[in-house]
């Protein structure tokens, strides 16, 4: 069955630097295009970032040249590289790819905060 699941949330500083790590089985990796989703309270899920089987990358406006989204097909992974971290980048996020349904991780928290 496919799984996905997400580590390396915590909380961290404004300013400071994340990177999340999605791991995925039940799934050929190397075709997929990977999500990464966020959601903070009280608002509803958004993209952040995609990658496609061939590299080919997009950002949402809010996190453009502050995030990178990468992926390690040997290790059927995708990463979400977080800089320069803001208040507003509080949420829990999420990995999720379409594997005849979408298919969703459990989420890690982010919490950016002095």
């Known amino acids: 069955h496919v799984q996905l699941v997400e580590s390396g949330g915590c909380l961290v500083q404004p300013g400071g630097a994340l990177i999340l790590s999605c791991v995925a089985s039940g799934i050929i990796f190397s075709i997929s295009t990977m999500d990464w989703y966020r959601q903070a309270p009280g608002k509803q899920r958004e993209l952040v970032a995609t990658?496609?089987?061939?590299?080919?990358?997009n950002y949402a406006n809010s996190v453009r040249g502050r995030f990178t989204i990468s992926r390690d097909n040997t290790k059927k992974t995708v990463y979400l590289q977080m800089n320069s971290l803001k208040s507003e980048d509080t949420a829990v996020y999420y990995c999720?790819?379409?594997?005849?349904?979408?298919?969703w991780g459990q989420g890690t928290q982010v919490t950016v905060s002095s």
């Open positions: 990658i496609t089987s061939g590299g080919v990358t």
């Open positions: 999720k790819t379409r594997w005849g349904s979408d298919y």
